[in-house]
């Protein structure tokens, strides 16, 4: 009897391929790193809040409903109230003050308030019951400490 050579050929062909993989099996095949995705983007950092700002600042001897003086003037009668109208604007809060001066600095009178964000007219006063000595006058606004306006005025 013969024996068929091709049946044979491949015997020996997987004993082989069987060995082979014995022999190797404690040898680990190259890791290819799976492709990666871009790192996401970190989001954009939200802007800061504008600063408050004074807008606007306006003299006056009466102010309306809305804190705006009804007619601005520079000049005043000793018997009058004197308003200042501030505008301000901005998206944070701070501290504005009203320091109303005489002659060469004597202080009359000092005022501070909290605003909002936001836009708003605010309004300061100063009255004097015995009538304001003629002369001139100062108004300095602040904002935080740090003047950011100034008028000046005179009584007459």
Known sequence: ??????????TVAMLSTVLLAA????ATAPVVPAPQAPAPEAPAA?????PARV???ELGNAVDGDNRVAAPASEFAPTDTIYASVGVDGESAAKLTARWTYGEGQLVRNTDTDIVAGP???????????????GTYKLEVLLDGTVVETREFAVR
């Open 46 to 50: 939200p802007e800061p809040p504008a």
């Open 55 to 57: 807008t606007s600042v």
């Open 120 to 134: 708003d007219v605010i309004a300061f006063d100063i009255q004097h019951p015995d009538g304001w000595p003629t």
């Open 23 to 26: 022999c190797n099996r404690d």
């Open 1 to 10: 009897m013969t024996r068929p050579v091709v049946p044979a050929a491949m």
